[in-house]
């Protein structure tokens, strides 16, 4: 088995690396791009190097970062490199068989997944968040603690979907779009933009 590499020393990390451990995943630590972080501990794994130190191995890789822009970034670094992304996927999840489920993923404890669904890569269904049937998540998203989305929804490259918050079926919401915890999404939104409240409504557009 390739040894696994976790990107990023977050607190977010740390739920990747609870979920690696019960699957029984080979850790070699952790890597990251804040050199004041090298060569400490987390949770008795050591904090290797900068992600380049990739470059000369063939390992299994996570990016456990929760920032989406970051998360892309060094998504589309690892492209030139020699290793496989893999899903870290906690055992207390249901998803269900007719899911097409892309790699690079974080499926967190209590997330439910249900028929017919399309999830991307390099994607977060955070702790207790649903995504009902047929809906489909781009790559770069994330999907929130306790977020439910109804059947058929689309959430575009790079969106962020916030703590608890519920979106109608059939609604599409656009391509970097931030909705804030607690929103009721009952209509389209627009790409590049934030969004909040019951019915949620633009904040403020993202440059
Ligand atoms: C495991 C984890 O921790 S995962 C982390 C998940 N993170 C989240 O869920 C955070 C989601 N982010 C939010 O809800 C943020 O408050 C945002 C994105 C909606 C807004 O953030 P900012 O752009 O910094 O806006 P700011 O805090 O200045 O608020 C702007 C206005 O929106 C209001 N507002 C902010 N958040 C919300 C919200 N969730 N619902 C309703 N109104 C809100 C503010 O009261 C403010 O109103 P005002 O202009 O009348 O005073």
């Known amino acids: 088995m390739k040894k696994t590499y976790i990107i990023g020393t977050s ?31 987390i949770n008795n794994y050591p904090v290797i190097g900068y992600v380049s130190k990739l470059k000369e191995l ?30 870290a996927i906690h055992p207390d999840t249901t998803i269900n068989s007719h899911v097409d489920l892309g790699t690079g993923n974080l499926i967190a404890a209590g997330a439910v997944i249900n028929s017919n669904s399309v999830i991307g890569d390099n994607v977060i269904i955070n702790t207790g968040a649903t995504v009902d049937y047929e809906s489909r998540i781009e790559d770069h ?41 607690g929103a009721v999404v009952i209509n389209n939104l627009e790409a590049n933009a934030v969004y909040a409240g019951v019915p949620a409504e633009k904040v403020r557009d993202i440059n």
Not at 25 to 37: K, R, S, W, Y
Not at 142 to 151: E, M, R
């Open 141 to 181: 998203v994330h999907i929130s603690p306790g977020v439910n989305l109804g059947g058929n929804v689309t959430v575009k490259e790079g969106a962020h979907i916030g703590i608890g918050a519920s979106v109608l079926p059939g609604v599409t919401i656009g391509e970097n779009v931030t909705v804030g915890a």
């Open 58 to 87: 063939e390992a299994s890789v996570i990016i456990a970062i929760s920032h989406n822009p970051t998360r892309r970034k060094i998504f589309n670094q690892l492209s030139s490199y020699n290793v496989q992304l893999i899903n």
């Open 11 to 41: 607190g977010h990390s740390r739920v990747v690396l609870d979920i690696l451990e019960k699957r029984g995943q080979d850790i070699a630590g952790f890597l990251d791009e804040d050199e004041a972080t090298h060569d400490t501990m």
